[in-house]
């Protein structure tokens, strides 16, 4: 199993710090925070980014996130699209194989029905935009009670209506705990249909206080690490884990120590320690 840095965990450092800090810390894979991309090409390019990655050994796996696709005004929605096109080029031109996008607000008195026909109908559109440049959408619940999809197995039901090659999930233990999902929801997943597994642990807190500011590093909070990666030994995921931390303690930290320790917690956590680096679980 491949292990990626999220650039959420280490937000206040620049994108090639968070390259240096990955390759540092011996990670495979990188999740490029798209405002630390927007920031670095204003003074570089793609091949420079493409060659500093190359020189650290790794690989780019996403671009994260275009935020709220979903239940948009005609306007937004627009922009929506454009940054579909902007994001999804680069990607293609990087070699970077998912661009993570999550779903809108949960509007007042909508129906399942609705949240699943809208969202379908976004995904189609988006993805065949990102079709053009060979690259994958990769469709992340929230368990917040505001996002309009907030469980995993709501997710997977419009991933599977979707049925395009280029749309799958993204499984966060963070909202996965967070948004009450089921274990069967796990079990029922297609693997090849999971683009991304982020970790992260949270505070013991009752779940109606949770904020991505009480995330922790994988094995040190309450989050269900060993039953989720049961399930996914069950059904045989094992591409790649990221480690996502919205934690500003962790923020105004060295990000050089960050990266070592989220990478040390999440082979820890997930009982990685002795396999050979992109090997199984």
């Not at 620049?14 to 798209?34: H, P, Q, R, S, Y």
């Not at 239940?71 to 454009?82: E, G, L, Q, V, W």
């Not at 089921?182 to 949270?202: G, S, W, Y």
Request: hydrophobic residues 40%; proline residues 4%; aromatic residues 8%.
């Amino acid at each position: 199993m491949k292990i990626a840095l999220n650039g959420a965990t280490t937000m206040h450092a620049d994108l090639e710090t968070d390259v240096k800090a990955a390759a540092a810390a011996g990670f495979d894979l990188i999740e490029i925070w798209a405002a630390k991309l927007r920031e670095f090409l204003k003074t570089k390019t793609n091949a420079d980014l493409k060659r500093l990655l190359d020189e650290h050994g790794l690989e780019p796996y996403s671009i994260n996130s275009i935020e709220h696709i979903t239940f948009r005004s005609a306007d937004d929605y627009a922009k929506i699209k454009a940054e579909t096109e902007e994001l999804t080029a680069i990607a293609g031109a990087l070699g970077c194989p998912y661009v993570v996008v999550v779903p809108g607000k949960l509007p007042e008195n909508a129906t399942e029905d609705a949240i699943i026909d809208e969202s379908v109908r976004v995904l189609n559109e988006l993805a065949d935009i990102a079709e053009k440049h060979g690259v994958g959408l990769a469709f992340e619940f929230l368990g917040q009670t505001d996002c309009s999809v907030q469980t995993l197995d709501l997710c997977s039901r419009i991933v599977e209506r979707v049925g395009r090659d280029n749309v799958g999930s993204v499984l966060d233990t963070f909202h996965f705990y967070a948004g009450n999902s089921t274990f069967e929801a796990i079990d029922e997943l297609k693997p090849e249909k999971l683009f991304i597994f982020h970790i992260n642990d949270a505070e013991d807190r009752p779940k109606e206080e949770l904020t991505d500011a009480h995330r922790l590093y994988p094995g040190t909070g309450i989050l269900p690490i060993k039953e989720i990666k049961a399930r996914f030994d069950k059904i045989g995921y094992d591409r790649m884990v990221s480690i996502e931390i919205f934690r500003p303690e962790y923020w105004n930290e060295d990000p050089f120590e960050v990266a070592r320790k989220a990478k040390e917690a999440t082979e820890k956590a997930l009982g990685l320690e002795s396999s050979a680096a992109g090997g199984s679980w």
